[in-house]
């Protein structure tokens, strides 16, 4: 089974400086792991995705989260915090091309900026 | 279409009532995803299509949850006799293909049941 616990429901940061939203998996296999971004009143967006490729991930907007196997871990991080990345992050696991193709999210960290 | 659409956006029905839940994917995408989003909450797992056939009907919480996908494109969430704690966010996701690729949702049918 695959599961995800985001360590934080609720993370503030003051504008400028870094953002750490945390993130463990669990998998039976080598998952496939997402940060997506749900803006108030919007969808939900893909951030960025890793695949076994590179452990290090670029996303949108700045983000990028690195994959640790070791720590089972895939925290997402930012350089500098803009007002705009107010939102909500969902960490999602998958075992996609294994027979299992759902995406399974993690409960979501609230991400609010400080003026 | 541009993105994943789903029809209504808003639905206030009373208990035990029926209601039909709608999602036009993305042209060319073969796989379809229902969720079920809480208030909050992560998105859960319903439902999954590829193609016109449920490949995956794990998530659906009791049999008076149903999606069909008869052409393999449009899909219709259908749930009976409603209950108030089937109140939620609808989320539907579509992708180009199976394996490792991006699913792309839509805005979500908020259902209400009064």
């Known amino acids: 089974a695959q599961s995800v616990t985001q360590l934080d429901s609720h993370v503030s940061v003051s504008e400028g400086t870094p953002v750490l939203l945390r993130c463990n998996y669990s998998?039976?296999?080598?998952?496939?792991l997402f940060w997506y971004v749900q803006h108030p009143n919007k969808g939900l967006q893909l951030l960025l995705k890793y695949t076994s490729a590179a452990t290090l991930v670029k996303g949108i907007n700045g983000f990028e989260a690195e994959f640790k196997k070791s720590e089972t871990s895939f925290h997402l991080t930012k350089p500098s915090a803009h007002m705009s990345d107010a939102a909500e992050y969902f960490c999602?696991?998958?075992?996609?091309?294994?027979?299992?193709?759902?995406?399974?999210f993690g409960t979501g960290t609230r991400l609010t900026i400080i003026p | 279409g541009a993105g994943v659409s789903q029809t209504p956006s808003n639905k206030v029905t009373e208990k035990g009532k029926y209601v039909e839940l709608r999602c036009d994917p993305i042209s060319g995408h073969t796989a379809l995803y229902w969720y079920r989003q809480s208030l909050g909450q992560g998105p859960e797992f319903l439902i999954y299509?590829?193609?016109?056939?449920?490949?995956?009907d794990s998530g659906l919480p009791n049999d008076r949850f149903f999606a069909v996908r008869p052409e393999g494109s449009v899909s219709t969430l259908k749930i009976q006799r409603t209950e108030r704690g089937d109140s939620a966010v609808y989320l539907c996701?579509?992708?180009?293909?199976?394996?490792?690729?991006?699913?792309?949702f839509g805005q979500g049918t908020r259902l209400t049941v009064v």
């Open positions: 299509f590829q193609g016109t056939g449920a490949a995956d």
């Open positions: 998998s039976s296999y080598s998952p496939s």
């Open positions: 996701a579509s992708s180009q293909r199976t394996g490792i690729t991006e699913a792309f």
């Open positions: 999602v696991v998958s075992e996609l091309g294994r027979g299992n193709e759902k995406l399974t």
